[in-house]
């Protein structure tokens, strides 16, 4: 049975920055075509946050956490990463890692076929 794992979540201030992390087990990451993350803040729909194209180079972000967010990978660790910086009140919510297919419309759940449980990030103000 195939897990995603999100670590790293937790408390930080306004401005701050936090690196969540995905492992899985029961699969490399390595047989999924791409890798993102969403989001969701209590009373609102889970958003998407970005992704990563695990066998090439393409990220892709939302216009909320362009030039803030990074996603990389780590092969050897079978670890996909989202470091967050210049962290805002209204980055907080539970974030989730997810692993699919990929295909056209990469932000949209339809593509994406293993979720984690999530870790929840609250930034204060």
């Known amino acids: 049975q195939v897990q995603l794992i999100e670590s790293g979540g937790g408390l930080v201030q306004t401005g701050g920055s936090l690196r969540l992390a995905c492992t899985a087990s029961g699969r490399t990451l390595g047989t999924y075509v791409v890798v993102g993350w969403f989001r969701q803040s209590p009373g609102k729909e889970r958003e998407f946050v970005g992704a990563?194209?695990?066998?090439?180079?393409?990220?892709w972000y939302a216009d909320s956490v362009k030039g803030r967010f990074t996603i990389s990978r780590d092969n050897a660790k079978n670890t996909v990463y989202l470091q967050m910086n210049t962290l805002k009140p209204e980055d907080t919510a539970v974030y989730y890692c997810?692993?699919?297919?990929?295909?056209?419309?990469?932000?949209?759940?339809?593509?994406?076929?293993?979720w984690g449980q999530g870790t929840q990030v609250t930034v204060s103000s």
């Open positions: 997810a692993a699919g297919p990929g295909g056209t419309y990469i932000n949209h759940e339809s593509r994406y076929n293993t």
């Open positions: 990563i194209d695990w066998n090439g180079d393409n990220t």
